[in-house]
Nanobody, 127 residues
Framework: QVQLVESGGGSVQAGGSLRLSCAASEYTYYRGYCMGWFRQAPGKEREGVASISTTFGTTYYADSVKGRFTVSQDNAKKMFYLQMNSLKPEDTAMYYC???????????????????WGQGTQVTVSS
């Protein structure tokens, strides 16, 4: 069982930055898994933003955030981060971290591949 808790959301002006954190409990040291960041705006489907393999550190980014967002991990602290720079109003959404313990490579951006989710943290970007 993996429990995830996000923090770090808030309101910023366009061009600003935020860093989201995801605390993972019951981290499985003996094998890695995929961690993903997702977002969902009102009236829209949940979309993958970024993912990282806890074993290999390989990352994936959606085209809409490439060059602006960075996903990272601190295995010792069981923490995962999403650094968001140059924020745009269209980045406004509820952001979630999620875990897929069934794989630690070829991490996907498909929400259905992740079976553990945090409660979400709101990010609002004003123009």
């Amino acid at each position: 069982q993996v429990q995830l808790v996000e923090s770090g959301g808030g309101s910023v002006q366009a061009g600003g930055s935020l860093r989201l954190s995801c605390a993972a409990s019951e981290y499985t040291y003996y094998r890695g898994y995929c961690m993903g960041w997702f977002r969902q705006a009102p009236g829209k489907e949940r979309e993958g933003v970024a993912s990282i393999s806890t074993t290999f550190g390989t990352t994936y980014y959606a085209d809409s955030v490439k060059g602006r967002f960075t996903v990272s991990q601190d295995n010792a602290k069981k923490m995962f981060y999403l650094q968001m720079n140059s924020l745009k109003p269209e980045d406004t959404a509820m952001y979630y971290c999620a875990a897929d313990p069934r794989r630690d490579y070829a991490c996907t951006s498909r929400p259905n591949d992740y079976n553990y989710w945090g409660q979400g943290t709101q990010v609002t970007v004003s123009s």
